[in-house]
């Protein structure tokens, strides 16, 4: 009877599996698809609401106006760049922002009350990131603190954060300046409402975050406006232009991440930012650790993330930014402004406390449920999509159905793997060669250089299981093969759903996504009894991958445009290639995992595989040899410029013996390695019988402290490969001075060493304490931080800013020491001065070196002078 049945059902064998076969249009038609699902998310990812103009006031009076917001980002883009303590930061962007403030003021509705102060603060901190800690202190910095009076008497306040100061050789539009500009239009609409917000709204505009989130310290550990904080906004930018995304919410505060819900119109959040950002991936920080660190208050952190190429350079500015930006942003923090202003938690005592796992859904969805509810969705849809799909298979073997499920797995796990090896094998050798980066401009290019290879690898894998391990002997038909290997790939997203749940990681609903779809197309099939039929369940399955397509690509994207600008200051010691390689790898695996084995059904599936070769072949070649591949544009190429950045420190040193008394000079050009290419970059212009030296092979690093090199960001620049070349002095009229007062005896074994600091200039100081010595207190903290460690030697860096002006300081530094030592044995400091924008230093030698880069670099040039002296 069996055999009867099956004969009845299979008249011909022959027949019947080439009814199951794919013509080669099927393939190149999926391949379409994938591509569509990619472009339409692209495009998603760049779609803003239009701009509302003053024109419109009349039929929306409530609304947020993007053109007058963008009248007061246009001042603050004018001024140009304004790094603390800068004149421009200072004086000319305070005092725009306190006029405007006091227009404002002058403009609101009767009933409304607000107040203005103007904050100077000086203070300090200790800080640690990537495992290297350093005390950062800050003197006269400025902050301008707006409150807008709820109708509450409790005055519980929501606070809303932007920065005016910038970093050098950048106009910072985007960072921070339309966030700033942002902020000033939500404070004008709300001040003209008749009625209060029930809550108080605080805004502050903070003159000090580029230098290591210095004012937002200040207003929340010394501003009585502090104590009344419950929750905050805090408005970054790490890119220029393009959405806003929620990238940290809380910690542990699941009612904010439900008024993100309730409010925003256009959303743009995924847990997996959070988890990104906070793993060390991003080389940025944000005042959301001040708040939550030192403030203990919960918020949200957003940020533009578009078009990272003009972070931080003279290409953020309004010329590549529009008013849409500004209108997208502006609706969707007044919303969420006015939701919290009005809530019932920002004035709860006991608030539910715990993790949220949230996402949307290319921006027409926002989704989200407690972590321990993940844990559950989780688990059921990894059990369901076993399941459900088996029992499409309920009349059939078990032993055939198994056979190629495990081949769906292994094809999958091996293809992945395969797929890993071939990609990170070509970015290896494209760096080998020297052609690192080709992709940095033309991110297309990484379809041909590494997606393809990842999905031969795939295809390569499912011939060699079709050609050795399909039984011939099985009852199933070629299409019931291909579901019952689709069931193979559930297993290992279900595996790869349970590791990231288990591990703690709520970025377990990526995969789990990805089986609810499949799970949607198994249930129909099961329903419609489609598994046996020759095309319907594949219409079926392919209808259901649709939205995980949509789902995929559009994470391909957002990590595309995320990655691969961060790849420019990566520094030079990591290989980008391999990066983005796995990047690719991995993107090419959750856009394809569901259609892969489809590629057993192919009548040419060689004639497919030469094809993607030939793809990878001629992308390598574009790549390589054609303008193509050129890594950096300049505007004059690109509408979209995509410089190279450089930072270059004229520095003279100047080394004292142990009394104090002049030992030694020298002078040079300190160059940091931001990315693969920079060494090549520079070596072009280096002259015959100059010698560019690496930082860590100098002289000085086996002889002094920290190499007596002008660090001014401990972390990157001992992270990075520097280079340094022999130079000529600069020029200089100013210097911060540590003055040696004299020592105080406090017992046998502790010593007070008591310093004048003179000098209102970005500065650094390093100690370090000789072998047997320890420092066990100074004035800077109440405590003292551990040391850093470079070059085989500890040492306390001490980054040190200053807004305003001020007078000179005391510093004292305790020692403890088991046996006494003498003079010049005690400690090595050095202190760093650090000059940014100020041009008029730059010698005729500096700017001839600075000509010599190309058009297409961003460079960053500064002087620095550094003392060396031991005690």
Not at 601 to 626: D, E, G, H
């Amino acid at each position: 009877m069996p055999q009867q049945k099956r004969v009845r059902f299979k008249e011909d064998e022959q027949q019947v599996k080439n009814l199951h076969h794919l013509e080669s249009g099927a393939v190149y038609g999926a391949l379409l698809v994938v591509v569509g699902c990619g472009l339409l998310t692209s495009y998603l990812a760049t779609r803003l609401p239009p701009a509302l103009t003053v024109g419109d006031l009349e039929r929306a009076p409530n609304a947020f106006i993007a053109e007058r917001a963008w009248a007061s980002l246009k001042t603050l883009n004018d001024l140009g760049p304004k790094p603390a303590g800068s004149q421009a930061n200072e004086v000319l962007a305070y005092e725009f922002l306190l006029q405007e403030v006091q227009r404002i003021n002058a403009s609101k509705h009767d009933s409304q009350q607000l107040e203005v102060d103007s904050q100077t603060v000086t203070g300090a901190f200790s800080i640690s990131l990537l495992n290297q800690s350093m005390t950062s202190v800050y003197r006269n910095v400025q902050n301008l603190v707006v409150r807008l009076a709820g109708s509450d008497v409790h005055q519980h306040a929501l606070l809303l954060n932007c920065h005016f100061d910038t970093v050098a050789s950048s106009p910072g539009a985007s960072d921070d300046g339309a966030s700033c500009a942002v902020m000033l239009e939500i404070l004008r609409v709300l001040s003209r409402r008749p009625v209060r917000t029930r809550h108080t709204v605080t805004f502050l505009f903070n003159g000090a975050e580029e230098t290591m989130l210095q004012a937002a310290h200040g207003f929340i550990t010394q501003h009585p406006w502090a104590a009344d904080v419950r929750a905050f906004l805090n408005l970054e930018s790490s890119g220029s232009g393009g959405k806003e995304v929620l990238f940290q919410a809380g910690p542990h505060h699941p009612w904010l991440i439900e008024a993100y819900a309730r409010a925003i119109r256009h959303p743009f959040a995924h847990t997996v930012g959070e988890e990104i950002f906070q793993l060390g991936l991003i080389p940025s920080d944000t005042d959301f650790r001040m708040f939550r660190d030192y403030g203990e208050v919960p918020g949200m952190d957003f940020a533009h993330i578009a078009n990272g190429y003009r972070y931080h350079k003279r290409y953020d500015s309004m010329d590549f930014l529009s008013l849409d930006v500004l209108q997208r942003t502006g609706d969707n923090v007044l919303a969420l402004t006015r939701d919290l202003a009005e809530s019932d938690e920002l004035a709860a005592s006991d608030l539910p406390v715990g993790e949220t796992v949230f996402f949307d859904f290319i921006g027409l969805a926002f989704v989200h449920y407690s972590a321990s509810s993940g844990r559950l969705i989780n688990l059921a849809v990894v059990v369901l999509s076993l399941i459900v799909p088996l029992m499409c298979f309920a009349r059939a073997r078990f032993d055939d159905v198994l056979r190629e499920v495990i081949v769906g797995l292994v094809g999958t796990v091996f293809g992945t793997v395969f797929s890993i090896i071939a990609c990170t094998t070509i970015a290896r050798q494209l760096d080998f060669f020297g052609k690192s980066m080709t992709w940095y401009t033309n991110t297309h290019l990484i379809l041909g250089l590494y997606c393809c290879p990842a999905l031969l690898s795939h295809c390569f894998v499912y011939l060699f299981l079709t050609t050795f391990y399909t039984n011939s002997k099985s009852n199933l038909s070629l299409g019931q093969m291909t579901q019952a290997r689709l069931v193979g790939v559930n297993v290992f997203w279900s595996a790869v759903t349970l590791a990231a749940t288990v591990a703690g990681y709520r970025s377990g609903y990526i995969p789990m996504v990805l089986l609810v779809c499949s799970l949607a197309s198994s249930t129909l099939n099961l329903l419609f009894n489609a598994t046996r039929t020759h095309r319907a369940w594949m219409y079926i399955h392919l209808a259901g991958q649709l939205p995980a397509l949509l789902w995929a690509t559009n994470f391909y994207n957002v990590l595309i445009a995320l990655f691969v600008p961060i790849t420019g200051r990566f520094g030079g010691s990591r290989n980008p290639e391999v990066f983005i390689a796995l990047l690719a790898a991995g993107g090419t695996l959750l856009c394809c995992s569901y259609l892969i084995p489809f590629i057993a059904q192919l009548r040419k599936m060689m004639n497919f595989t030469a094809k993607l070769s030939a793809i990878t072949v001629l992308t390598l070649v574009l790549a390589c040899l054609s303008p193509l591949g050129m890594p950096y544009r300049d505007e004059s190429m690109a509408t979209e410029p995509t410089p190279q950045r450089h930072y270059v420190t004229h520095t003279f040193r100047v080394f004292h013996d142990e009394f104090g008394l002049y030992k030694s000079t020298d002078a040079g050009f300190f160059f940091q390695e931001m990315d693969r290419n920079t060494r090549a970059t520079i070596e072009e212009f280096v002259a015959p019988g100059e010698s560019l030296t690496p930082m860590r092979q100098m002289d000085s690093c086996r002889a002094e402290l920290f190499c007596a090199l002008p660090f001014y960001s401990l972390w990157h620049q001992m992270r990075f490969n520097n280079y340094w070349l022999p130079g000529p002095e600069p020029l200089y009229d100013n210097m911060v001075t540590m003055a040696y007062l004299g020592t105080e005896q406090l017992d046998s074994h502790t010593q007070r060493l008591v310093f004048a600091m003179e000098g209102s200039i970005q500065s650094s100081i390093v100690v370090g304490p000789k072998e047997g010595v320890q420092l066990v207190g100074w004035s800077l903290l109440d405590h003292v931080p551990r040391p850093a460690k470079f070059g085989g030697r500890e040492g306390h860096f001490v980054f040190i800013t200053h807004g305003l002006p001020g007078k000179a300081w005391n510093v004292t530094l305790d020692l403890r020491y088991d046996q006494p030592k003498p003079t010049g044995e005690l400690v090595d400091i050095v202190v760093t001065t650090k000059f940014w924008e100020y041009h008029h230093m730059h010698t005729p030698e500096f700017e001839q070196l600075l000509a010599k880069f190309p058009s297409w670099s961003h460079v960053v040039p500064s002087v620095a002078l550094v003392s060396v002296f031991p005690l």
